[in-house]
């Protein structure tokens, strides 16, 4: 979603402020633009579409000088992409870049048009940077305090004050920001990967905190003006985990990070070759008394969440919900102080994760975040977090947040089945030895990526596709699918196998290609009934299965084959193809791969 970066030091403020934002474009945007204050002056300039439309717009005007400024990358949400509802927003004395949602912008905008403002933009941005200038009579702090205390909703704010050189105030709400530390320089950005290049050091900023950039020196404040010392954090992601390293797209090269990202979650938790978790808080005793345990979750790792039910509903023989975050808060879910509450996101922003986690945590239940990106909204807020170590993942298509989410389900299942008394010490073990063998499979798995990009080929052209599958077949199917409609745009559903029949069926025709993900043995002959019944139907189709296992002409058009190891597990390694085709798919569309449209790596609105 929308993203914040701001700089005041010695180098040129717009080459800062431009390749930064190009570190947040991984986010999603659809407009871009900057401010710059120099010699008592905002020079401003905005562009809708990619980043390149505004530096050419900024050369064009000659370039803007000077030392201190502020930029945004735009994910509309209040009027549409458009030069003029790009931020920053303001006018000669104050200017503004927001992330997050107004949601009293339209009484705020009639009671302002009644002092005789007027709006020249659709966005509910535009009505803070009015309000700013409206209680501002020569002192930020007094008109940053008093706009903070109208406005309602979620906010992260870089703002320029005209009469203040060299200094960048901010202020947040429910949206992140860091402020950064460099060498007698200082930074806003509204994620790490937009500093890195600079600075590694930075400040997480608090809700209702005000933070002052001023000559490159931080200092922050509560609303009631007291000083604040905050820890000072050290990003332990470098540039070059956020840069392409050689391959044509991030997805890419996050699709071969995987091995390392599995290994480098899961080392710290197997101790003496068992599943270790404790590190979180949540001890063998605890984890074996919750009475019910829910997941929930947006997209992809809503999907984790699937196969996390799967596989702790068959070792541990503990029923698991798993709810999409955005219908959970409204259900009004049945929470008890005795029930887990597991949270997974890769941001730890989602803004229906989010909430519902304080919901959850409102009605007594415990909490657990299976996130990423460190010191986030969720992992801060949840009672016991368990990170995942897959580094920056910046493609907009999550692939390796995904693996070491599901990884970190199998550590769960794995100890809470032993502390069930469902499986023996030894069994534990070897599941726990399975779980580590898996990096050196996905790397085979890649070896022969050009299957999956014969496959690609053959899908290019298709308007439609189903994906199917059985038990944890069908969890990956659900992956499978939407890897391949978000970044492919090619239509896409995926189906319990054996549902088909119950309606869906009618849809296929030799136009549809089918692609089966066929690993669970104990389902594999239901599951090539129904292949043939697709193929009848004159279905291409595809198979993913062992590779060991032949799979007649008549049954699959084409096969990729995957190495075996415990059925349990198959999920992480089918799951390698399935990304893969869609990659190839998007790439062989001509699409932009990591920042497909519409859509935005972080979606901190509801
Ligand atoms: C799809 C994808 C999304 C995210 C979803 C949740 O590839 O990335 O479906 O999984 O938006 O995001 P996080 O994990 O950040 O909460």
Not at 6 to 33: F, H, I, M, N, P
Not at 312 to 323: F, N
Not at 408 to 424: C, N, P, R, S, T
Request: net charge negative.
């Amino acid at each position: 979603m929308c993203g914040i970066v701001g700089y005041v030091g010695a180098r040129d403020c717009t080459q800062v402020l431009l390749d930064s934002l190009a570190k947040l474009e991984y986010r999603g945007y659809d407009s871009a633009g900057i401010a710059v204050l120099d010699n008592d002056v905002i020079t401003t300039c905005k562009a809708q579409g990619r980043l390149a439309n505004l530096e050419e717009r900024i050369r064009q005007q000659g370039g803007i000088k000077g030392h201190c400024g502020i930029g945004h990358t735009r994910w509309a949400t209040h009027g549409e992409p458009s030069d003029i509802n790009s931020h920053p927003h303001g006018n000669a004395v104050v200017s503004i870049v927001h992330n997050g949602i107004i949601e009293n912008y339209k009484t705020l905008k009639e009671r302002l048009e009644k002092k005789g403002y007027t709006f020249i933009s659709q966005t509910d941005t535009e009505i803070v940077a009015k309000l700013l200038d409206y209680y501002y009579n020569g002192d930020p702090i007094e008109a940053i305090r008093k706009t903070e205390a109208r406005i309602e909703g979620s906010y992260a704010l870089g703002i320029l004050f005209r009469d203040f050189p060299n200094t960048i105030y901010s202020i947040r709400k429910d949206s992140p920001l860091i402020v950064a530390k460099g060498d007698g320089e200082a930074f806003i950005a509204s994620d790490v990967p937009a500093i890195l290049k600079y600075t590694k050091e930075y400040y997480l900023l608090e809700s209702g905190e005000i933070a002052i950039l001023h000559e490159g020196v931080a200092s922050f404040m509560t609303l009631d003006g007291d000083p604040i010392e905050k820890e000072l954090l050290v990003a332990n992601w470098d540039m070059e985990a956020a840069e392409k390293g050689g391959y044509e797209h991030f997805m890419l090269k996050e699709i071969h990070e995987q091995p390392t990202a599995i290994k480098t979650t899961i080392a710290p938790r197997i101790v003496d070759g068992m599943p270790d978790i404790e590190e979180c808080g949540v001890t063998l005793q605890m984890l074996k008394n919750f009475n019910n345990i829910f997941v929930v979750a947006c997209g992809t790792a809503m999907h984790a969440g699937i196969v996390g039910k799967y596989v702790i509903e068959k070792l541990a023989r503990v029923s698991v919900t798993v709810d999409v975050a955005s219908e959970f808060r409204y259900r009004n879910p049945i929470l008890s102080p005795d029930d887990l509450v597991i949270l997974v996101s890769q941001s730890g922003e989602t803004a229906d994760t989010k909430e519902a986690l304080r919901l959850s945590k409102d009605r007594g239940a415990k909490t657990l975040a299976i996130v990423n990106v460190k010191g986030s909204s969720i992992a801060r807020e949840a009672d016991y977090v368990l990170y995942t170590h897959a580094g920056p993942e910046i493609s907009v298509a999550s692939t390796k947040a995904y693996m070491v989410q599901i990884a970190v389900f199998y550590l769960i299942a794995f100890e809470l089945a032993y502390a069930k008394g469902q499986i023996d010490e030894d069994e534990c073990r070897r599941l726990t030895k399975e779980l580590s063998s898996v990096p050196k499979f996905i790397d085979v798995i890649l070896a022969q990526k050009d299957n999956c990009q014969y496959v690609a080929s053959k899908l290019v052209n298709a308007e439609n596709l189903l994906y199917i599958g059985r038990g944890l077949d069908y969890a990956l199917s659900m992956e499978g699918s939407l890897k391949l409609k978000e970044i492919s745009y090619i239509h896409s559903e995926s189906y319990a196998a054996g549902e088909l029949k119950h309606g869906t069926i009618s849809l296929v025709t030799d136009q549809m290609p089918v692609i089966a993900v066929v690993t669970q043995r104990d389902l594999f002959d239901k599951t090539i009934s129904n292949v043939k019944e697709v193929k009848a139907r004159k279905a291409q189709t595809f198979i993913v299965t062992h590779q060991y296992i032949n799979i007649d002409d008549d049954v699959a058009d084409y096969k990729i084959g995957i190495p075996t190891i415990d059925d349990m597990l198959m999920p992480m390694l089918a799951v390698v193809p399935l990304q893969l085709i869609a990659y190839y798919t998007s790439v062989l569309r001509g699409n932009d791969v990591d920042k497909p449209r519409n859509l935005a790596k972080s979606v901190t609105v509801e």
